[in-house]
Protein backbone atom coordinates (compact mmCIF):
# COMPACT_ATOMS: atom_id res chain seq x y z
CA UNK A 1 0.00 0.00 0.00
CA UNK A 2 2.13 2.63 -1.01
CA UNK A 3 1.09 6.48 -0.22
CA UNK A 4 -0.87 8.45 -3.30
CA UNK A 5 0.09 11.60 -3.52
CA UNK A 6 -4.17 12.13 -4.17
CA UNK A 7 -6.33 11.69 -1.25
CA UNK A 8 -8.58 8.39 -2.05
CA UNK A 9 -11.68 10.32 -0.01
CA UNK A 10 -12.05 13.84 1.39
CA UNK A 11 -14.44 15.10 4.20
CA UNK A 12 -16.21 18.68 4.09
CA UNK A 13 -17.78 20.18 7.02
CA UNK A 14 -21.38 21.40 6.08
CA UNK A 15 -20.59 25.23 7.25
CA UNK A 16 -24.13 26.57 6.00
CA UNK A 17 -25.76 24.07 8.04
CA UNK A 18 -23.40 24.22 10.94
CA UNK A 19 -24.10 28.40 11.64
CA UNK A 20 -27.93 27.62 11.16
CA UNK A 21 -27.94 24.40 13.57
CA UNK A 22 -25.48 26.44 16.02
CA UNK A 23 -28.02 29.53 16.11
CA UNK A 24 -30.54 27.64 17.01
CA UNK A 25 -29.22 25.83 19.45
CA UNK A 26 -28.11 28.94 20.95
CA UNK A 27 -31.73 30.57 20.59
CA UNK A 28 -33.70 27.57 21.46
CA UNK A 29 -31.17 26.70 24.43
CA UNK A 30 -31.56 30.21 25.58
CA UNK A 31 -35.60 29.76 25.82
CA UNK A 32 -35.21 26.95 27.48
CA UNK A 33 -33.59 28.62 30.18
CA UNK A 34 -36.32 31.02 30.27
CA UNK A 35 -38.62 28.47 30.47
CA UNK A 36 -37.13 26.33 33.63
CA UNK A 37 -36.53 29.98 34.82
CA UNK A 38 -40.36 30.19 34.71
CA UNK A 39 -41.33 26.64 35.94
CA UNK A 40 -39.27 26.69 39.23
CA UNK A 41 -40.46 30.06 40.44
CA UNK A 42 -44.12 29.39 39.82
CA UNK A 43 -43.61 26.24 41.31
CA UNK A 44 -42.17 27.87 44.10
CA UNK A 45 -45.49 30.23 44.54
CA UNK A 46 -47.30 27.31 44.45
CA UNK A 47 -45.72 25.49 47.30
CA UNK A 48 -46.86 28.36 49.36
CA UNK A 49 -49.66 29.82 48.34
CA UNK A 50 -51.19 25.89 47.65
CA UNK A 51 -53.88 27.52 45.73
CA UNK A 52 -54.22 25.38 42.65
CA UNK A 53 -53.22 21.48 42.81
CA UNK A 54 -49.71 20.55 42.34
CA UNK A 55 -49.50 17.50 40.97
CA UNK A 56 -50.46 18.41 37.29
CA UNK A 57 -48.01 21.30 37.40
CA UNK A 58 -45.39 18.52 38.38
CA UNK A 59 -46.17 16.45 35.47
CA UNK A 60 -45.41 19.19 32.69
CA UNK A 61 -42.24 19.90 34.66
CA UNK A 62 -41.24 16.27 34.55
CA UNK A 63 -42.61 16.28 30.69
CA UNK A 64 -40.26 19.74 30.28
CA UNK A 65 -37.64 18.12 31.41
CA UNK A 66 -37.48 14.53 29.41
CA UNK A 67 -38.25 16.54 26.17
CA UNK A 68 -35.35 18.74 27.31
CA UNK A 69 -33.01 16.33 28.03
CA UNK A 70 -34.04 14.58 24.65
CA UNK A 71 -33.68 17.51 22.68
CA UNK A 72 -29.60 18.34 24.52
CA UNK A 73 -28.86 14.51 23.39
CA UNK A 74 -30.39 15.56 20.04
CA UNK A 75 -27.76 18.76 19.20
CA UNK A 76 -25.01 16.34 19.39
CA UNK A 77 -25.86 15.95 15.26
CA UNK A 78 -26.35 19.07 14.47
CA UNK A 79 -22.97 20.15 16.03
CA UNK A 80 -20.80 19.91 13.01
CA UNK A 81 -22.22 17.71 10.34
CA UNK A 82 -19.69 16.58 7.43
CA UNK A 83 -20.10 14.76 4.01
CA UNK A 84 -17.48 12.58 2.44
CA UNK A 85 -16.56 12.24 -1.24
CA UNK A 86 -14.77 9.45 -2.77
CA UNK A 87 -12.44 8.74 -5.60
CA UNK A 88 -12.29 4.89 -6.16
CA UNK A 89 -11.17 6.00 -10.02
CA UNK A 90 -7.91 6.80 -7.80
CA UNK A 91 -7.46 3.49 -6.63
CA UNK A 92 -4.48 1.52 -8.07
CA UNK A 93 -5.86 -0.43 -11.19
CA UNK A 94 -3.83 -4.26 -10.79
CA UNK A 95 -6.70 -6.79 -9.39
CA UNK A 96 -4.19 -8.06 -7.44
CA UNK A 97 -4.10 -4.74 -4.94
CA UNK A 98 -7.21 -5.33 -3.60
CA UNK A 99 -7.96 -7.12 -0.62
CA UNK A 100 -10.54 -9.86 -0.30
CA UNK A 101 -13.58 -9.28 0.83
CA UNK A 102 -16.27 -11.64 2.46
CA UNK A 103 -19.89 -11.30 1.71
CA UNK A 104 -22.29 -12.35 4.77
CA UNK A 105 -26.16 -12.88 4.13
CA UNK A 106 -28.46 -13.82 6.68
CA UNK A 107 -32.04 -15.79 6.19
CA UNK A 108 -34.52 -17.46 8.33
CA UNK A 109 -37.11 -18.62 6.84
CA UNK A 110 -38.08 -19.29 3.45
CA UNK A 111 -42.11 -18.84 4.14
CA UNK A 112 -41.44 -15.41 5.38
CA UNK A 113 -38.77 -14.23 3.10
CA UNK A 114 -39.41 -15.35 -0.25
CA UNK A 115 -36.27 -17.81 -1.77
CA UNK A 116 -36.41 -15.59 -4.80
CA UNK A 117 -35.23 -12.70 -3.00
CA UNK A 118 -32.92 -14.36 -1.11
CA UNK A 119 -31.52 -15.20 -4.59
CA UNK A 120 -31.46 -11.83 -6.11
CA UNK A 121 -29.23 -10.69 -2.96
CA UNK A 122 -27.02 -13.40 -3.39
CA UNK A 123 -26.43 -12.85 -7.20
CA UNK A 124 -26.66 -8.44 -6.11
CA UNK A 125 -23.28 -9.01 -4.10
CA UNK A 126 -21.98 -11.74 -6.38
CA UNK A 127 -22.07 -9.06 -9.32
CA UNK A 128 -20.14 -6.22 -7.15
CA UNK A 129 -17.78 -4.22 -9.33
CA UNK A 130 -14.50 -5.82 -7.68
CA UNK A 131 -12.41 -9.00 -8.53
CA UNK A 132 -14.08 -11.82 -8.68
CA UNK A 133 -12.01 -13.77 -7.15
CA UNK A 134 -11.21 -11.67 -4.70
CA UNK A 135 -15.09 -12.18 -3.37
CA UNK A 136 -16.88 -14.97 -1.61
CA UNK A 137 -20.70 -14.73 -0.73
CA UNK A 138 -22.09 -16.77 2.51
CA UNK A 139 -25.51 -17.73 2.92
CA UNK A 140 -26.52 -18.06 6.11
CA UNK A 141 -29.62 -19.99 6.36
CA UNK A 142 -31.33 -20.59 9.87
CA UNK A 143 -34.21 -22.24 8.59
CA UNK A 144 -32.03 -24.72 7.46
CA UNK A 145 -34.41 -25.15 4.55
CA UNK A 146 -34.09 -27.30 1.54
CA UNK A 147 -35.74 -24.66 -0.58
CA UNK A 148 -33.54 -22.26 0.01
CA UNK A 149 -30.51 -24.71 -0.66
CA UNK A 150 -32.03 -25.40 -4.27
CA UNK A 151 -32.74 -21.76 -4.31
CA UNK A 152 -29.12 -21.15 -3.84
CA UNK A 153 -27.88 -23.43 -6.34
CA UNK A 154 -30.26 -22.25 -9.16
CA UNK A 155 -28.90 -18.68 -7.88
CA UNK A 156 -25.63 -19.86 -8.85
CA UNK A 157 -26.46 -21.37 -12.39
CA UNK A 158 -27.86 -17.82 -12.97
CA UNK A 159 -25.27 -16.03 -11.94
CA UNK A 160 -22.75 -17.88 -14.22
CA UNK A 161 -24.48 -15.64 -17.07
CA UNK A 162 -25.22 -12.97 -15.22
CA UNK A 163 -22.49 -11.84 -13.96
CA UNK A 164 -20.40 -11.98 -17.42
CA UNK A 165 -23.54 -9.99 -18.72
CA UNK A 166 -22.96 -8.18 -16.06
CA UNK A 167 -19.58 -6.98 -16.64
CA UNK A 168 -19.65 -6.77 -20.66
CA UNK A 169 -22.10 -4.07 -20.55
CA UNK A 170 -20.79 -2.02 -16.73
CA UNK A 171 -24.36 -2.65 -15.41
CA UNK A 172 -24.90 -0.08 -12.61
CA UNK A 173 -27.81 -2.16 -11.45
CA UNK A 174 -26.95 -5.67 -10.63
CA UNK A 175 -29.53 -7.30 -8.71
CA UNK A 176 -31.60 -8.99 -11.54
CA UNK A 177 -35.10 -8.49 -10.06
CA UNK A 178 -34.02 -4.80 -9.75
CA UNK A 179 -33.13 -4.88 -13.47
CA UNK A 180 -35.88 -6.38 -15.32
CA UNK A 181 -38.50 -4.33 -12.78
CA UNK A 182 -36.61 -0.83 -14.17
CA UNK A 183 -38.31 1.23 -16.83
CA UNK A 184 -36.84 -0.76 -20.07
CA UNK A 185 -34.62 1.71 -21.12
CA UNK A 186 -32.79 3.19 -17.86
CA UNK A 187 -30.99 6.13 -19.59
CA UNK A 188 -27.86 5.43 -17.41
CA UNK A 189 -26.99 2.76 -19.31
CA UNK A 190 -24.48 2.85 -21.87
CA UNK A 191 -24.60 0.07 -24.52
CA UNK A 192 -28.35 0.17 -24.47
CA UNK A 193 -29.47 0.30 -28.18
CA UNK A 194 -26.31 -2.11 -29.31
CA UNK A 195 -27.72 -4.86 -30.98
CA UNK A 196 -25.49 -7.25 -29.10
CA UNK A 197 -26.91 -5.91 -25.74
CA UNK A 198 -30.08 -6.18 -27.03
CA UNK A 199 -29.33 -9.78 -27.80
CA UNK A 200 -27.32 -10.87 -24.79
CA UNK A 201 -30.20 -9.22 -22.89
CA UNK A 202 -32.82 -11.69 -24.59
CA UNK A 203 -30.50 -14.66 -23.75
CA UNK A 204 -30.19 -13.59 -20.07
CA UNK A 205 -34.10 -13.28 -20.33
CA UNK A 206 -34.45 -16.90 -21.44
CA UNK A 207 -32.49 -18.24 -18.77
CA UNK A 208 -34.58 -16.04 -16.27
CA UNK A 209 -37.16 -18.05 -17.54
CA UNK A 210 -36.22 -21.60 -16.45
CA UNK A 211 -33.87 -22.54 -19.73
CA UNK A 212 -30.53 -23.49 -18.65
CA UNK A 213 -27.52 -22.39 -21.14
CA UNK A 214 -24.00 -23.23 -21.20
CA UNK A 215 -21.70 -19.97 -20.12
CA UNK A 216 -18.32 -19.59 -20.72
CA UNK A 217 -15.35 -20.37 -18.24
CA UNK A 218 -15.57 -16.74 -16.59
CA UNK A 219 -13.90 -16.20 -13.20
CA UNK A 220 -16.77 -16.76 -10.56
CA UNK A 221 -16.96 -15.54 -6.83
CA UNK A 222 -17.06 -18.66 -4.17
CA UNK A 223 -20.35 -19.01 -2.82
CA UNK A 224 -21.08 -21.14 0.06
CA UNK A 225 -24.03 -22.06 1.84
CA UNK A 226 -24.41 -22.37 5.51
CA UNK A 227 -26.85 -23.52 7.80
CA UNK A 228 -26.59 -24.18 11.76
CA UNK A 229 -27.99 -26.42 14.28
CA UNK A 230 -30.49 -24.34 16.54
CA UNK A 231 -31.45 -26.09 19.71
CA UNK A 232 -34.40 -24.81 21.60
CA UNK A 233 -32.16 -25.00 24.81
CA UNK A 234 -29.85 -23.32 23.85
CA UNK A 235 -29.40 -19.44 23.22
CA UNK A 236 -28.93 -19.18 18.97
CA UNK A 237 -28.62 -14.79 19.22
CA UNK A 238 -30.84 -14.66 16.19
CA UNK A 239 -28.89 -12.64 13.21
CA UNK A 240 -26.20 -11.74 15.38
CA UNK A 241 -25.31 -15.64 16.38
CA UNK A 242 -25.87 -16.35 12.42
CA UNK A 243 -23.19 -13.54 11.57
CA UNK A 244 -21.27 -15.49 14.38
CA UNK A 245 -21.21 -18.41 13.00
CA UNK A 246 -20.31 -17.08 9.80
CA UNK A 247 -17.67 -15.29 11.13
CA UNK A 248 -15.99 -18.85 12.13
CA UNK A 249 -16.99 -20.52 9.38
CA UNK A 250 -15.12 -18.33 6.89
CA UNK A 251 -12.04 -18.11 8.75
CA UNK A 252 -12.09 -21.46 7.72
CA UNK A 253 -12.81 -21.14 4.23
CA UNK A 254 -11.59 -17.99 2.70
CA UNK A 255 -10.82 -15.92 5.93
CA UNK A 256 -11.11 -12.54 3.76
CA UNK A 257 -9.96 -9.21 5.72
CA UNK A 258 -12.81 -7.47 5.04
CA UNK A 259 -16.57 -8.26 5.40
CA UNK A 260 -19.49 -6.78 4.40
CA UNK A 261 -22.84 -7.80 5.90
CA UNK A 262 -26.15 -7.72 3.98
CA UNK A 263 -29.75 -9.16 5.31
CA UNK A 264 -31.91 -11.37 2.75
CA UNK A 265 -34.12 -8.57 1.79
CA UNK A 266 -30.90 -6.13 0.62
CA UNK A 267 -29.02 -6.08 -2.86
CA UNK A 268 -26.31 -4.11 -3.32
CA UNK A 269 -28.11 -1.40 -5.00
CA UNK A 270 -24.64 0.12 -6.32
CA UNK A 271 -21.97 -2.93 -7.95
CA UNK A 272 -18.87 -0.01 -6.75
CA UNK A 273 -19.66 0.21 -3.01
CA UNK A 274 -16.24 -2.26 -2.21
CA UNK A 275 -14.50 0.01 -4.07
CA UNK A 276 -15.91 2.93 -2.39
CA UNK A 277 -15.23 1.36 0.84
CA UNK A 278 -11.92 0.81 -0.06
CA UNK A 279 -11.13 3.85 -0.60
CA UNK A 280 -11.12 4.45 2.99
CA UNK A 281 -9.41 1.29 3.70
CA UNK A 282 -6.39 1.65 1.46
CA UNK A 283 -6.00 4.69 2.84
CA UNK A 284 -3.01 4.53 5.42
CA UNK A 285 -3.56 7.23 7.38
CA UNK A 286 -7.17 6.43 8.62
CA UNK A 287 -7.25 2.63 8.06
CA UNK A 288 -5.70 1.59 11.21
CA UNK A 289 -8.29 3.28 13.23
CA UNK A 290 -10.83 2.17 10.83
CA UNK A 291 -13.81 -0.42 12.15
CA UNK A 292 -16.35 -0.19 9.30
CA UNK A 293 -17.66 1.54 6.26
CA UNK A 294 -21.28 2.00 6.93
CA UNK A 295 -23.50 2.58 3.70
CA UNK A 296 -27.14 3.64 4.51
CA UNK A 297 -30.18 1.52 4.20
CA UNK A 298 -32.46 2.97 1.37
CA UNK A 299 -35.62 1.00 0.71
CA UNK A 300 -36.71 0.81 -3.07
CA UNK A 301 -40.51 0.24 -3.87
CA UNK A 302 -41.66 3.07 -2.24
CA UNK A 303 -44.74 4.44 -2.79
CA UNK A 304 -44.39 8.18 -4.23
CA UNK A 305 -46.07 9.48 -0.67
CA UNK A 306 -44.03 7.65 1.49
CA UNK A 307 -46.54 7.63 4.23
CA UNK A 308 -45.04 5.78 6.57
CA UNK A 309 -41.10 7.58 6.46
CA UNK A 310 -39.90 4.39 5.19
CA UNK A 311 -36.89 6.03 3.57
CA UNK A 312 -35.91 7.17 7.15
CA UNK A 313 -34.35 10.14 6.22
CA UNK A 314 -34.40 11.86 9.38
CA UNK A 315 -32.17 8.58 10.48
CA UNK A 316 -29.63 9.46 7.32
CA UNK A 317 -29.98 13.12 8.17
CA UNK A 318 -28.08 12.44 11.78
CA UNK A 319 -25.62 10.53 10.62
CA UNK A 320 -23.69 13.75 8.97
CA UNK A 321 -23.85 14.13 12.00
CA UNK A 322 -22.81 11.65 13.59
CA UNK A 323 -19.93 11.58 11.11
CA UNK A 324 -18.49 14.89 12.36
CA UNK A 325 -18.41 13.72 15.75
CA UNK A 326 -15.99 10.29 14.84
CA UNK A 327 -18.38 8.21 13.13
CA UNK A 328 -21.83 6.44 13.04
CA UNK A 329 -23.07 4.13 14.91
CA UNK A 330 -23.05 0.47 13.22
CA UNK A 331 -26.63 -0.22 11.94
CA UNK A 332 -26.18 -3.81 11.64
CA UNK A 333 -26.30 -4.12 7.67
CA UNK A 334 -24.98 -2.57 4.56
CA UNK A 335 -21.73 -1.64 6.26
CA UNK A 336 -17.96 -3.32 5.34
CA UNK A 337 -16.14 -4.50 8.70
CA UNK A 338 -12.59 -4.94 9.39
CA UNK A 339 -12.48 -8.99 10.30
CA UNK A 340 -9.85 -7.93 13.10
CA UNK A 341 -12.75 -5.82 14.63
CA UNK A 342 -15.38 -8.08 14.05
CA UNK A 343 -15.57 -10.19 17.67
CA UNK A 344 -16.81 -6.70 18.78
CA UNK A 345 -19.80 -6.43 16.27
CA UNK A 346 -22.76 -6.04 18.18
CA UNK A 347 -26.27 -5.39 16.34
CA UNK A 348 -27.01 -2.39 18.25
CA UNK A 349 -30.46 -1.17 18.67
CA UNK A 350 -30.55 2.49 17.61
CA UNK A 351 -33.23 4.76 20.01
CA UNK A 352 -34.21 7.73 18.15
CA UNK A 353 -35.03 11.13 19.26
CA UNK A 354 -36.81 13.70 18.47
CA UNK A 355 -38.46 16.79 20.70
CA UNK A 356 -41.94 16.84 20.34
CA UNK A 357 -44.28 18.09 22.47
CA UNK A 358 -47.90 16.10 22.45
CA UNK A 359 -48.16 17.16 26.36
CA UNK A 360 -51.27 18.79 27.54
CA UNK A 361 -50.74 21.12 30.11
CA UNK A 362 -53.44 21.70 32.44
CA UNK A 363 -53.91 24.89 35.47
CA UNK A 364 -51.50 27.72 34.48
CA UNK A 365 -53.26 30.24 36.58
CA UNK A 366 -50.44 31.61 37.27
CA UNK A 367 -50.88 34.82 35.36
CA UNK A 368 -48.01 36.88 36.39
CA UNK A 369 -45.11 36.67 33.53
CA UNK A 370 -47.46 34.85 31.38
CA UNK A 371 -47.93 37.18 28.59
CA UNK A 372 -43.66 36.22 28.11
CA UNK A 373 -43.82 33.01 29.23
CA UNK A 374 -46.35 32.35 26.13
CA UNK A 375 -44.12 33.91 24.20
CA UNK A 376 -41.16 31.45 25.42
CA UNK A 377 -43.43 28.25 24.68
CA UNK A 378 -44.76 29.49 21.52
CA UNK A 379 -40.91 30.62 20.38
CA UNK A 380 -39.63 26.59 21.43
CA UNK A 381 -42.70 25.11 19.68
CA UNK A 382 -42.24 27.19 16.41
CA UNK A 383 -38.50 27.08 16.43
CA UNK A 384 -38.56 23.40 16.69
CA UNK A 385 -41.25 22.46 13.95
CA UNK A 386 -39.23 25.38 11.63
CA UNK A 387 -36.24 23.69 12.37
CA UNK A 388 -37.55 20.38 11.21
CA UNK A 389 -38.74 21.68 8.13
CA UNK A 390 -35.65 23.66 7.29
CA UNK A 391 -33.68 20.06 8.17
CA UNK A 392 -36.12 18.29 5.73
CA UNK A 393 -36.14 21.17 2.69
CA UNK A 394 -32.22 21.31 3.02
CA UNK A 395 -31.59 17.72 2.55
CA UNK A 396 -33.63 18.19 -0.89
CA UNK A 397 -37.25 16.76 0.21
CA UNK A 398 -40.53 18.47 0.40
CA UNK A 399 -42.91 20.44 3.19
CA UNK A 400 -45.40 17.31 2.53
CA UNK A 401 -42.33 15.02 4.05
CA UNK A 402 -41.99 16.88 6.98
CA UNK A 403 -45.89 16.19 7.89
CA UNK A 404 -45.15 12.47 7.16
CA UNK A 405 -42.29 12.37 9.31
CA UNK A 406 -43.66 14.13 12.12
CA UNK A 407 -47.04 11.80 11.70
CA UNK A 408 -44.78 8.61 11.73
CA UNK A 409 -42.89 10.05 14.70
CA UNK A 410 -46.01 10.74 17.28
CA UNK A 411 -47.51 7.43 15.91
CA UNK A 412 -44.37 5.72 17.01
CA UNK A 413 -44.03 7.39 20.16
CA UNK A 414 -47.69 6.27 20.69
CA UNK A 415 -47.13 2.68 19.97
CA UNK A 416 -43.66 1.23 19.44
CA UNK A 417 -41.72 3.06 21.43
CA UNK A 418 -43.84 3.16 24.55
CA UNK A 419 -44.13 -0.58 24.31
CA UNK A 420 -39.99 -0.76 23.72
CA UNK A 421 -39.89 1.81 27.14
CA UNK A 422 -42.26 -0.62 28.70
CA UNK A 423 -39.80 -3.50 27.50
CA UNK A 424 -36.46 -2.04 28.65
CA UNK A 425 -38.47 -1.46 32.12
CA UNK A 426 -39.12 -5.22 32.18
CA UNK A 427 -36.49 -6.47 30.84
CA UNK A 428 -34.29 -4.24 33.73
CA UNK A 429 -36.65 -5.81 36.33
CA UNK A 430 -36.19 -9.50 35.13
CA UNK A 431 -39.67 -9.51 34.38
CA UNK A 432 -39.47 -9.99 30.45
CA UNK A 433 -37.05 -11.47 27.87
CA UNK A 434 -36.40 -9.30 24.78
CA UNK A 435 -36.89 -11.04 21.73
CA UNK A 436 -37.07 -10.96 17.80
CA UNK A 437 -39.96 -11.40 15.50
CA UNK A 438 -38.77 -11.92 12.09
CA UNK A 439 -40.47 -8.97 9.90
CA UNK A 440 -42.77 -10.70 7.22
CA UNK A 441 -41.53 -10.00 3.58
CA UNK A 442 -44.36 -11.41 1.83
CA UNK A 443 -46.57 -8.52 0.48
CA UNK A 444 -50.14 -8.59 0.72
CA UNK A 445 -51.99 -6.97 -2.71
CA UNK A 446 -54.66 -5.22 -1.31
CA UNK A 447 -52.29 -3.58 1.12
CA UNK A 448 -49.24 -3.15 -1.17
CA UNK A 449 -52.47 -0.82 -3.35
CA UNK A 450 -53.45 1.37 -0.14
CA UNK A 451 -49.35 1.97 0.15
CA UNK A 452 -49.30 2.90 -3.47
CA UNK A 453 -52.43 4.88 -3.33
CA UNK A 454 -51.31 7.10 -0.32
CA UNK A 455 -53.70 5.49 2.26
CA UNK A 456 -52.81 4.51 5.77
CA UNK A 457 -53.34 0.68 6.52
CA UNK A 458 -55.19 0.55 10.29
CA UNK A 459 -55.22 -3.06 10.49
CA UNK A 460 -52.29 -3.78 12.34
CA UNK A 461 -52.51 -5.51 15.66
CA UNK A 462 -54.96 -3.76 17.73
CA UNK A 463 -52.12 -3.22 20.46
CA UNK A 464 -50.09 -0.58 18.01
CA UNK A 465 -53.56 1.11 16.80
CA UNK A 466 -55.23 1.65 19.96
CA UNK A 467 -53.06 3.58 21.90
CA UNK A 468 -52.36 5.78 18.74
CA UNK A 469 -55.91 6.08 18.68
CA UNK A 470 -56.42 6.73 22.22
CA UNK A 471 -54.49 9.62 22.55
CA UNK A 472 -56.17 11.08 19.52
CA UNK A 473 -59.42 10.69 21.64
CA UNK A 474 -57.78 12.26 24.55
CA UNK A 475 -56.68 15.58 22.10
CA UNK A 476 -60.05 16.10 21.11
CA UNK A 477 -61.69 15.91 24.49
CA UNK A 478 -58.47 18.02 26.20
CA UNK A 479 -59.31 20.74 23.22
CA UNK A 480 -62.86 20.57 23.96
CA UNK A 481 -62.58 20.68 27.43
CA UNK A 482 -59.88 23.32 27.22
CA UNK A 483 -62.15 25.78 25.05
CA UNK A 484 -64.88 25.10 27.22
CA UNK A 485 -62.84 26.49 29.99
CA UNK A 486 -61.66 28.95 28.78
CA UNK A 487 -65.29 30.83 27.44
CA UNK A 488 -65.96 30.29 31.49
CA UNK A 489 -63.17 31.62 32.87
CA UNK A 490 -62.61 34.49 30.90
CA UNK A 491 -58.59 33.60 30.73
CA UNK A 492 -58.29 33.83 26.90
CA UNK A 493 -54.32 34.02 28.14
CA UNK A 494 -54.55 30.21 28.86
CA UNK A 495 -55.85 29.31 25.08
CA UNK A 496 -52.07 28.34 23.99
CA UNK A 497 -51.23 26.04 26.34
CA UNK A 498 -54.88 24.34 26.90
CA UNK A 499 -55.94 24.48 23.32
CA UNK A 500 -53.29 25.29 21.04
CA UNK A 501 -50.85 22.10 21.67
CA UNK A 502 -53.88 19.33 21.33
CA UNK A 503 -55.23 21.27 18.17
CA UNK A 504 -52.06 20.75 17.10
CA UNK A 505 -52.29 16.77 17.44
CA UNK A 506 -55.54 16.58 15.97
CA UNK A 507 -54.49 18.24 12.85
CA UNK A 508 -51.03 16.54 12.44
CA UNK A 509 -53.28 13.17 12.65
CA UNK A 510 -55.92 13.82 10.75
CA UNK A 511 -55.45 10.95 8.85
CA UNK A 512 -56.09 8.89 12.68
CA UNK A 513 -59.87 10.86 12.69
CA UNK A 514 -60.24 9.69 9.13
CA UNK A 515 -59.28 5.91 9.88
CA UNK A 516 -62.16 6.10 12.94
CA UNK A 517 -64.87 7.83 12.03
CA UNK A 518 -64.57 8.90 7.67
CA UNK A 519 -63.26 5.73 5.98
CA UNK A 520 -65.22 2.75 4.99
CA UNK A 521 -62.66 0.46 3.46
CA UNK A 522 -60.73 -2.98 5.05
CA UNK A 523 -57.53 -0.58 6.14
CA UNK A 524 -59.46 1.83 8.58
CA UNK A 525 -59.66 1.33 12.48
CA UNK A 526 -61.86 -1.33 12.97
CA UNK A 527 -65.38 -0.75 15.11
CA UNK A 528 -64.09 -2.80 17.72
CA UNK A 529 -60.62 -0.82 17.91
CA UNK A 530 -62.06 2.92 18.17
CA UNK A 531 -64.57 1.36 21.11
CA UNK A 532 -61.76 -0.14 23.03
CA UNK A 533 -59.83 3.19 21.87
CA UNK A 534 -62.89 5.39 23.37
CA UNK A 535 -63.15 3.30 26.24
CA UNK A 536 -58.92 3.70 26.90
CA UNK A 537 -59.39 7.13 26.33
CA UNK A 538 -62.70 7.66 28.59
CA UNK A 539 -60.92 5.77 31.42
CA UNK A 540 -57.34 7.83 30.96
CA UNK A 541 -59.61 11.32 31.41
CA UNK A 542 -61.69 9.72 34.19
CA UNK A 543 -59.06 8.41 36.86
CA UNK A 544 -56.66 11.27 35.52
CA UNK A 545 -59.27 13.90 36.66
CA UNK A 546 -59.11 12.46 39.84
CA UNK A 547 -55.87 11.99 40.65
CA UNK A 548 -54.72 15.26 39.48
CA UNK A 549 -57.32 17.24 40.80
CA UNK A 550 -57.72 15.53 44.15
O1 LIG B 1 -33.02 -16.09 13.84
C1 LIG B 1 -32.81 -15.27 12.96
C2 LIG B 1 -33.58 -14.10 12.78
C3 LIG B 1 -33.28 -13.23 11.75
N1 LIG B 1 -32.26 -13.48 10.90
C4 LIG B 1 -31.98 -12.54 9.78
O2 LIG B 1 -31.78 -11.22 10.26
C5 LIG B 1 -32.09 -10.29 9.23
C6 LIG B 1 -32.90 -9.13 9.78
O3 LIG B 1 -34.19 -9.58 10.19
P1 LIG B 1 -35.53 -8.83 9.81
O4 LIG B 1 -36.64 -9.62 10.37
O5 LIG B 1 -35.52 -8.51 8.36
O6 LIG B 1 -35.38 -7.54 10.72
P2 LIG B 1 -35.51 -6.00 10.32
O7 LIG B 1 -36.14 -5.33 11.47
O8 LIG B 1 -36.10 -5.84 8.98
O9 LIG B 1 -33.97 -5.63 10.26
C7 LIG B 1 -33.42 -4.36 10.58
O10 LIG B 1 -33.06 -4.30 11.96
C8 LIG B 1 -32.10 -5.29 12.39
C9 LIG B 1 -31.71 -4.97 13.82
O11 LIG B 1 -32.79 -4.98 14.66
C10 LIG B 1 -30.82 -5.25 11.56
O12 LIG B 1 -29.98 -6.33 11.94
C11 LIG B 1 -31.21 -5.39 10.10
O13 LIG B 1 -30.06 -5.34 9.31
C12 LIG B 1 -32.17 -4.26 9.73
O14 LIG B 1 -32.52 -4.36 8.34
C13 LIG B 1 -32.84 -11.07 8.14
O15 LIG B 1 -31.98 -11.23 7.03
C14 LIG B 1 -33.14 -12.39 8.81
O16 LIG B 1 -33.17 -13.46 7.91
C15 LIG B 1 -31.50 -14.61 11.06
O17 LIG B 1 -30.57 -14.84 10.29
N2 LIG B 1 -31.78 -15.46 12.09
MN1 LIG C 1 -35.51 -6.65 7.12
Not at 356 to 374: A, D, E, Y
Not at 456 to 484: E, H, K, R, T, W
Request: neutral net charge.
Amino acid sequence: MERTSVPLHLCRVMKTEMIINRLYMLFNGIALLCLFYYRITTLSQIIKTSEIPILPYLLVFVAEIIFTFQWILDQAYRWRPVTRTVYPERLPEADDKFPPIDVFICTADPSKEPSLGVMNTVISAMALDYPPHKISVYLSDDGGSHVTLHAIREAWKFSKCWLPFCRKFQLKTRCPEAYFSAAEESAHEKFISSNEFIAEKKEIEVINDGDTLDSSQQEMPVLVYVAREKRPSHPHHFKAGAINALIRVSALVSNAPYILVLDCDHYCNDPTSARQAMCFYLDPEISPKLAFVQFPQKFHNISEHDLYDSQLRYYWRKWFGLDGLGGPSIAGCNLYLKRRHSTELRILKMFMHHTSNLSTPRHSSVSQGFRSIFVVFAFIFIASQLKHVQEVVSFGDSIRTALYELRVLMMKSASCYLYATLGAFLDKLGLHEAHFTLTNKVVDDEQARRYQKGIYDFQGSPMLIAPICSLYILNVASFVLGIARIIQSHNANELFVQAFIPLFGIIVNYHVFEGMVLRKDKGRVSPSVSLLSVAIAAFTLFFGSLILIY
